[in-house]
Antibody, heavy 123, light 105 residues
């Protein structure tokens, strides 16, 4: 069964860069059938989509984060990463990685999720 | 495309039939998914394509609707179903509804 595992620092200082990785096991991130995503959840709030990474290496980012965000794959390690620059307290959240599945015609959904990693932005 | 989920909170008892609604601001055909999230856990996919039950999900969960109005129904609510439920649509920004927390009455 596919498993995703987030890793990275739990505490980041304001104005610094948040870096997270998502290791994928029992599945290849190079498969064209799926895409890979980062989603976050601020404390006590709902889900916020961050961005998608496709097997071609192309990306699709949340417009509100685009200027600070990079999502990339490391196919040699079968993982994908997130880098978010110039973080503020508003970036404090649980960060999830997930696998996306395209619908038969259109649409998509996320069928596997990592357990999430809590990131706090504070000095 | 905006998703409006209602209600935001719902109090129910074990054995109840519960209905949660998700309304889209534009026609999204059947491109809607539902997730369940328990405290401290990642969301889990329940239903995709509006009405297709994800493998392993109990049959008391069902989804219906198309176009702009969708419902998630939980028949015979079980103790493990008290959780928060999110809908998600095909547009990526933003894809998720605001959530519905189902609490014990």
């Amino acid at each position: 069964q596919l498993q995703l595992q987030e890793s990275g620092p739990g505490l980041v200082k304001p104005s610094e860069t948040l870096s997270l990785s998502c290791s994928v096991s029992d599945g290849s991130i190079s498969s064209s059938t799926y895409f890979w995503a980062w989603i976050r959840q601020p404390p006590g709030k709902g889900l916020e989509w961050i961005g998608n990474l496709y097997y071609s290496g192309s990306t699709h980012y949340n417009s509100s984060l685009r200027s600070r965000l990079t999502i990339a794959a490391d196919t040699s390690k079968n993982l994908f990463s997130l880098r978010l620059n110039s973080v503020t307290a508003a970036d404090t959240a649980i960060y999830y990685c997930a696998r996306g599945v395209f619908g038969v015609v259109m649409g998509y959904h996320f069928d596997f999720w990592g357990q999430g990693t809590r990131v706090t932005v504070s000095s | 495309i905006q998703l409006t989920q209602s209600p935001s909170f719902l109090s129910a008892s074990v054995g109840d039939r519960v209905t949660i609604t998700c309304r889209a601001s534009l026609d999204i055909k059947n491109y809607l998914a539902w997730y369940q999230q328990k405290p401290g856990k990642a969301p889990q996919l329940l239903i995709f394509a509006a009405s297709t039950l994800q493998s392993g999900v109990p049959s008391r969960f069902s989804g219906s609707g198309s176009g702009t109005e969708f419902t998630l129904t939980i028949s015979n609510l079980q103790p493990e179903d008290f959780a928060t439920y999110f809908c998600q649509q095909l547009s990526s920004n933003p894809p998720f509804g605001g959530g519905t927390k189902v609490e014990l009455k």
